[in-house]
């Protein structure tokens, strides 16, 4: 599985951004999906993930009433959509995939395959 996001740009305090991420190969359907991010000197942090269905989601409190997750089976392809963003949300965003079908992790070493990232900068 091969992924790809976009969407990562600079913008204002309190404005919106809408990231995406692409899959190639077939099997997208099946997998659960995720964003995570990471700033200078931390750790890549979990933010959203969601099941092969889109029935079954979880958000950081971090995020929980900002960002929404969702998912096109038909278009390969995952959202992060940024609402209310704020300084802290500075960081590099990135798309994970994992074909464990019994849970929805939130930990980054259940996860397979990792796109490059795409950067978000918020500006106060």
């Known amino acids: 599985v091969t992924l790809r996001e976009s969407g990562g740009e600079l913008a204002q305090a309190g404005a919106s951004l809408r990231l995406s991420c692409v899959a190639t190969g077939r099997m997208f359907s099946r997998y659960a999906m995720a964003w995570f991010r990471r700033t200078p000197g931390k750790e890549r942090e979990f933010v959203a993930a969601?099941?092969?269905?889109?029935?079954?989601?979880y958000y950081s409190d971090s995020v929980k009433g900002r960002f929404t997750i969702g998912r096109d089976n038909v278009a390969n392809t995952v959202f992060l959509q940024m609402d209310g963003l704020e300084p802290e949300d500075t960081a590099d965003y990135y798309c994970?995939?994992?074909?464990?079908?019994?849970?929805?992790?939130?930990?980054?070493?259940?996860?397979?395959?990792w796109g490059q990232g795409t950067h978000v900068t918020v500006s106060s």
């Open positions: 969601i099941n092969a269905r889109g029935d079954l989601i």
């Open positions: 994970a995939a994992t074909a464990i079908e019994y849970e929805l992790p939130t930990l980054e070493r259940r996860y397979d395959w």
